[in-house]
């Protein structure tokens, strides 16, 4: 596609409970970032990828996060027994060269999590 | 550790008066620099970029400003319009890393009719 696509828009989960998101990156691009957004502020790193493969990881609350991007499947980012602190938009993004090589991100329109 | 930051949480101008948006940097090694506008609800939105070997970019009503010697970083919009109301965040990227952007905080501009 087009656009990087996100789904579900909203969800809304027990505290406790898992969270899976799914993101459809731009076809032709060969890495995927997972940002978290708390209260509209500032953008933090969870994760990337460079096709299916893990590139950098070092945002990501390694305990009860976990994401991948398989073949010819939405790539998904899930959260086990989520906290209240989880509440946030979750951006994904993607982009056609590797980080570091002066290359736009495309982003999505988010998921909104609300951990209750 | 080393971020992107931004100076005002919050700018308002006039409908149609030109606007400034600052952000200073700390990481010397950034090569490549992105603005992007969030409007709410929506995801980030690329408006302009510029790489460390220029000091000075434009587009369509838009300009960007990077000085190296202070580590500073700014976007100038011409003619402002309701549209363009958003919050605006300025990202960095050292050209070393894997983690994709450093993102400062954003500045929300308000524009008044």
């Known amino acids: 596609g087009e656009e990087v696509a996100q789904t579900p828009k909203h969800l809304v989960r027990g505290e406790g409970q898992k969270a899976k998101l799914y993101c459809a990156p731009i076809?032709?691009?060969?890495?995927v970032f997972w940002y978290q957004q708390v209260l509209k502020n500032e953008f933090k790193f969870l994760i990337s990828?460079?096709?299916?493969?893990?590139?950098?990881e070092t945002g990501m609350p390694k305990e009860r996060f976990s994401a991948k991007c398989l073949p010819n499947s939405p790539c998904s980012l899930e959260i086990q027994a989520t906290k209240l602190e989880d509440s946030a938009v979750y951006f994904c993004?993607?982009?056609?060269?590797?980080?570091?090589?002066?290359?736009?991100?495309?982003f999505g329109q988010g998921t909104r999590l609300t951990v209750v | 550790g080393e971020s992107v930051g931004l100076h005002l949480p919050t700018l308002s101008v006039q409908e149609g008066d030109n606007s400034i948006i600052n952000c200073a940097y700390s990481n010397s090694a950034s090569d490549y620099f992105i603005w992007y506008k969030q409007e709410s609800g929506k995801g980030p939105q690329f408006i302009i970029d510029?790489?460390?070997?220029?000091d000075k970019r434009q587009g369509q009503r838009v300009t960007v400003l990077l000085n190296k010697t202070v580590k500073h970083l700014s976007l100038q919009i011409a003619a402002t319009q309701p549209g363009d109301s958003a919050v605006y965040f300025c990202?960095?990227?050292?050209?070393?890393?894997?983690?994709?952007?450093?993102f400062g905080k954003g500045t929300h501009l308000i524009i008044q009719p």
């Open positions: 510029i790489r460390s070997n220029m």
């Open positions: 076809k032709g691009h060969s890495y």
């Open positions: 990202a960095e990227n050292s050209g070393g890393g894997a983690d994709g952007l450093t």
């Open positions: 990828f460079q096709n299916e493969n893990v590139f950098d």
């Open positions: 993004a993607s982009s056609r060269t590797r980080p570091g090589l002066n290359t736009e991100a495309f």
